[in-house]
Antibody, heavy 125, light 108 residues
Framework: EMQLVESGGGLVQPGGSLRLSCAAS????????MKWVRQAPGKGLEWVSD????????YYADSVKGRFSISRDNAKNSLYLQMNSLRAEDTAVYYC??????????????????WGQGTMVTVSS | EIVLTQSPGTLSLSPGERATLSCRAS???????LAWYQQKPGLAPRLLIY???SRATGIPDRFSGSGSGTDFTLTISRLEPEDFAVYYC?????????FGPGTKVDIK
């Protein structure tokens, strides 16, 4: 079974840091583009960041650029999101997701075909 | 940034009825780069449609997608009880990748 499991969420004060992890299983992680998507309480989905299969081709939403850093360890089948200088507006459920490859696509943008269950990040004093 | 607008915000229907959900983009999106997701409360989104009209693995054929350019549609031919949820469209053609605000399909 293809699975993604996030961890590392919690309560953090404004200005603090948190590192999220996502463990992948059941598919070839090392050839998959991966991403983080978040959802604030009662709100819609917001793309946060993307990383290519070998760790390059990294992109961020403007709302997190310069504060968040995405990385991966293919030997450990794991994806990470280092979040610094956290703000109240970063409060959300954070999902890791796999980029879905199919014929006809160019560039790096992908839909998400496998999602984790999400991990909650709360930024509050 | 490509802004996606979904309508209606809420669709109140009965089981067995047909649901038609709209997604309009602020600029043209290649149909290869438009996806639809379903999300139920407390759960992660699930990919329904990719490439504007292709069903993802395991998605029943009562779900169909269509459209091109700036106007896309998700149709559920006959609503089953498990279809009452929030539906999001997404474009992944240009950065930033964006989602629409969602359409909630609830029971009338």
């Amino acid at each position: 079974e293809m699975q993604l499991v996030e961890s590392g969420g919690g309560l953090v004060q404004p200005g603090g840091s948190l590192r999220l992890s996502c463990a992948a299983s059941g598919f070839t992680f090392s050839t998959s583009r991966m991403k983080w998507v978040r959802q604030a309480p009662g709100k819609g989905l917001e793309w946060v960041s993307d990383i290519g299969s070998s760790g390059g081709s990294i992109y961020y939403a403007d709302s997190v650029k310069g504060r968040f850093s995405i990385s991966r360890d293919n030997a450990k089948n794991s994806l990470y999101l280092q979040m610094n200088s956290l703000r109240a507006e970063d409060t959300a459920v954070y999902y890791c997701a796999r980029g879905f490859d199919y014929d006809g696509l160019t560039g790096w943008g992908r839909a998400c075909d496998i999602w984790g269950q999400g991990t909650m990040v709360t930024v509050s004093s | 940034e490509i802004v996606l607008t979904q309508s209606p915000g809420t669709l109140s229907l009965s089981p067995g009825e047909r649901a038609t959900l709209s997604c309009r983009a602020s600029q043209s999106v290649s149909s290869s780069y438009l996806a639809w997701y379903q999300q139920k409360p407390g759960l992660a989104p699930r990919l329904l449609i990719y490439g504007s009209s292709s069903r993802a693995t395991g998605i029943p054929d009562r779900f169909s997608g269509s459209g091109s350019g700036t106007d896309f549609t998700l149709t559920i031919s006959r609503l089953e009880p498990e279809d009452f949820a929030v539906y999001y469209c997404q474009q992944h053609a240009t950065s930033p990748l964006t989602f629409g605000p969602g359409t909630k399909v609830d029971i009338k």
